[in-house]
């Protein structure tokens, strides 16, 4: 399964990984960690993410990131390809637009 990465996701992932190299000395890793291990998941089996269906035909999925309380959304682009389009806060009061 090829991924993609949109570029606003590429934006989010690094923003998240500097606060975590910043803010928490102590365990500077686990989002990245998360991040990569989501992203296999994601690609070995891209089905098995919670549906998130904020436009009509056109399906989402997410991951939940437990450590750091994000979600990977993505969506199927055909057969073979997967897109993130975003990596946004679990704990936010609503998901992004995507």
């Known amino acids: 399964m ?3 990465i949109a570029p606003r996701a590429i934006r989010e992932a690094e923003r998240c990984a500097r606060w975590w190299r910043e803010n928490r000395m102590a365990a500077p890793g686990p989002f990245e960690d998360e991040l990569r291990t989501a992203f296999d998941l994601i690609r070995a ?3 098995l993410g ?3 269906d904020i436009l009509p035909g056109r399906e989402h999925r ?5 450590v750091s309380r994000h979600h990977v959304y993505y969506r199927m682009m055909g057969q073979d390809r997967v897109r993130i389009v975003a990596i946004w806060n679990a704990v936010r009061a609503r998901g992004p637009r995507v």
């Open 50 to 52: 919670s549906r998130y």
């Open 62 to 66: 997410r991951v939940l990131m437990p």
């Open 45 to 47: 089996a891209p089905a």
């Open 2 to 4: 090829k991924l993609e």
